[in-house]
């Protein structure tokens, strides 16, 4: 009986050994099967992550490549552009002297010459365009007084806003030709001598008057003869406003050419007109070379 006992019991050890030893070996194949696949899914990660890391350095370099080319846009950009903008101030610079030297073109350098016993207007020389004052701003209502066209809105804005000041300005003598002032000349010539005549009177080419653009002013109450128009209200306004529309006093007190004709303007340009009353100089003082750099400008 006891040997029976032993021997179930020596069978029942070696069976649980046989089942154990069965259940460590499934472990065991198991765990080696997952510990393949771990290492075959690490192989795969590792194989991906240098791909990646592959793909980033190609990325990086591309990266860099790109920075590199819009730096390169950005800089050639740039360049173009101020080569663009030197191109546009060259055109532009281009297209201001073309301006400037078709005005200077389509200006009659006379307008801007010293005359007096210095330059000469031949007989044949008459303003591009003439036409009439109007009788509202003339001391002769019958007669008729011819101005240059282009500066007849200067001319009319000036005696305008002396009225508007009360100064009731008349223009007595304009426009002259060659042989009108031929004939006052020598009016003047038979009445006062050549000697007086020449010291108020321009002789034949020599008058502003020819030019269109030089008049004489009075009022009613001092006339034609001029006489006391320095000490009138008139002439205080013009002495400060005048410059404003473009006129100068020509023959201002002390000048070389002729007596002080406080009545006698003349017509250079709003800028010439500026820039000799700021200056306190007067037109027949400046050199001719400085004169003419404003007949670019003399219309506006």
């Known amino acids: 009986m006891k040997e029976?006992?032993?021997f179930i019991s020596d069978r029942v050890s070696k069976d649980i050994a046989i089942i154990v030893a069965f259940l460590l070996a499934v472990t065991a194949g198991?765990?080696?099967?997952?510990?393949?696949?771990l290492l075959r899914e690490n192989s795969v990660l590792k194989m991906s992550n240098d791909s990646l890391n592959n793909s980033l350095q190609a990325l990086t370099i591309n990266y860099s490549k790109l920075r590199d080319e819009k730096n390169g846009l950005s800089t050639s950009l740039q360049d173009q552009t101020q080569k663009v903008t030197a191109l546009a101030n060259e055109v532009g610079g281009i297209s201001g002297t073309v301006s400037t030297l078709t005005k200077l073109s389509q200006t009659d350098p006379e307008l801007l010459e010293k005359y007096s016993k210095v330059y000469f207007l031949n007989e044949n020389y008459v303003p591009k365009s003439l036409t009439p004052i109007a009788p509202e701003f003339t001391f002769e209502k019958s007669r008729t007084y011819m101005a240059l066209t282009d500066i007849m809105p200067h001319l009319q804005g000036m005696l305008l806003s002396a009225s508007s000041s009360n100064i009731n300005l008349l223009v007595v003598s304009a426009y002259r030709s060659f042989n009108d002032q031929s004939s006052l000349k020598s009016t003047y010539k038979v009445t006062y001598g050549a000697g007086t005549a020449?010291?108020?009177?321009?002789?034949?080419g020599y008058s502003e008057h020819q030019l269109g653009t030089a008049f004489d002013l009075t009022t009613k109450?001092?006339?034609?003869?001029?006489?006391?128009?320095e000490k009138?209200?008139?002439?205080?306004?013009?002495?400060?406003?005048?410059?404003k529309y473009g006129?100068?006093?020509?023959?201002?007190?002390?000048?070389?050419?002729?007596?002080y004709e406080p009545w006698h303007w003349r017509y250079v340009g709003i800028a010439?007109?500026?820039?000799?009353?700021d200056q306190n100089k007067n037109f027949y003082d400046l050199d001719q070379r400085t004169i003419d750099q404003y007949l670019v400008n003399f219309f506006d």
């Open 221 to 229: 109450k001092v006339g034609g003869s001029f006489t006391g128009f």
């Open 247 to 259: 006129f100068i006093l020509s023959y201002p007190p002390h000048n070389s050419y002729y007596v």
């Open 198 to 204: 020449n010291s108020f009177s321009a002789d034949q």
């Open 30 to 37: 198991f765990l080696g099967f997952k510990y393949y696949l």
């Open 232 to 243: 009138t209200d008139a002439y205080t306004w013009l002495v400060a406003n005048a410059y």
């Open 4 to 6: 029976i006992k032993d």
């Open 272 to 277: 010439l007109a500026t820039y000799l009353h």
